[in-house]
C-alpha cells in the first residue's frame, strides 16, 4: 500500500532531550516536506527537500534539523526541544517538485514538551 | 510571497444545503491551488487542485472550485453537504516552486 508513514504517533518529552520523528514514503517520491499544525494557525511548512542530499527552509524552520541522506526517509530533529515545538507535525511527500503536484500527508505525530 | 486567507473558522450547514468555504489567495506568480480535507485524527487528504488548466476545478466527494483571478479567490462548494463531509477543510497555495502556505482552516458542521 502507498503510504507515508510517521513514527511514533504521540511523544511526550521534557525540555531540551533530543528527539528524532521519523517518516517515510514507500511511492519512490522526490519531493518531502515536514509541517506542524496549530489551532488557528493552520499548517505551516517546516522544511522541505527536493531530492536526497538537498534540504530547504520553509516558512518556521528555527529549532528543526532535517537530513535526507535515502530517498525515502526525511527525519525531523528537534535538538533541544521547547514547549513551543508542543504541536501536531505532519510529514507529506509529493512525486516531484514544481508546486503542483498533490502532496500525501503521514497521520500525524503529536508531540508534547514538558 | 504568498499567503492564503480562509473566511470563517467554522461553517455549519444542514444536511443537504449547499456548502460554500471561503478561500482568498495572494501570489505574485500564477499560482497553485489546492483544497485538502482533514478527518478528525488523520492526515490530510487532496479534494481537488488548480493548475492554469480549467478555472473551475472538480474533485472527490462531488466538490468543486472555481478559480477566479479577478478576485484572487478560489471558494470550494458543494451543492448538498452530507453528514460525511463534517470535517476540517484547508486551501492551500503554492508557487513555481516548493514552498506551500496553507490557510487557517474552516471546521465544516454538517447539521441532520
Known amino acids: 500500500e502507498a503510504q507515508v508513514t510517521q513514527n511514533p504517533r504521540y511523544l511526550i518529552t521534557v525540555t531540551g532531550k533530543k528527539l528524532t520523528v521519523t517518516c517515510s514514503q514507500n511511492?519512490?517520491?522526490?519531493?518531502m516536506s515536514w509541517y506542524r499544525q496549530d489551532p488557528g494557525l493552520g499548517l505551516r511548512q517546516i522544511y522541505y527537500s527536493m531530492n536526497v542530499e538537498v534540504t530547504d527552509k520553509g516558512d518556521v524552520p528555527e529549532g528543526y534539523k532535517v537530513s535526507r541522506k535515502e530517498k525515502r526517509n526525511f527525519p525531523l530533529i528537534l535538538e533541544s526541544p521547547s514547549p513551543n515545538q508542543t504541536s501536531l507535525y505532519f510529514c507529506?511527500?509529493?512525486?516531484?517538485?514544481?508546486?503542483?503536484?498533490?502532496?500525501?500527508f503521514g497521520p500525524g505525530t503529536r508531540l508534547t514538551v514538558l | 510571497a504568498q499567503s492564503v486567507t480562509q473566511l470563517g473558522s467554522h461553517v455549519s450547514v444542514s444536511e443537504g444545503a449547499l456548502v460554500l468555504l471561503r478561500c482568498n489567495y495572494s501570489?505574485?506568480?500564477?499560482?497553485?491551488l489546492f483544497w485538502y480535507v482533514q478527518y478528525p485524527n488523520q492526515g490530510l487528504q487532496l479534494l481537488l487542485k488548480y493548475t492554469s488548466a480549467a478555472t473551475l476545478v472538480k474533485g472527490i466527494n462531488g466538490f468543486e472550485a472555481e478559480f477566479k483571478k479577478s478576485e484572487t479567490s478560489f471558494h470550494l462548494t458543494k451543492p448538498s453537504a452530507h453528514m460525511r463531509d463534517a470535517a476540517e477543510y484547508f486551501c492551500a497555495v503554492s508557487d513555481q516552486g516548493n514552498q506551500f502556505y496553507f490557510g487557517t482552516g474552516t471546521s465544516l458542521t454538517v447539521i441532520p
Open positions: 501570489s505574485s506568480v500564477p499560482p497553485y
Open positions: 511511492m519512490n517520491h522526490e519531493y
Open positions: 507529506a511527500s509529493s512525486l516531484s517538485t514544481g508546486g503542483y503536484n498533490e502532496q500525501f
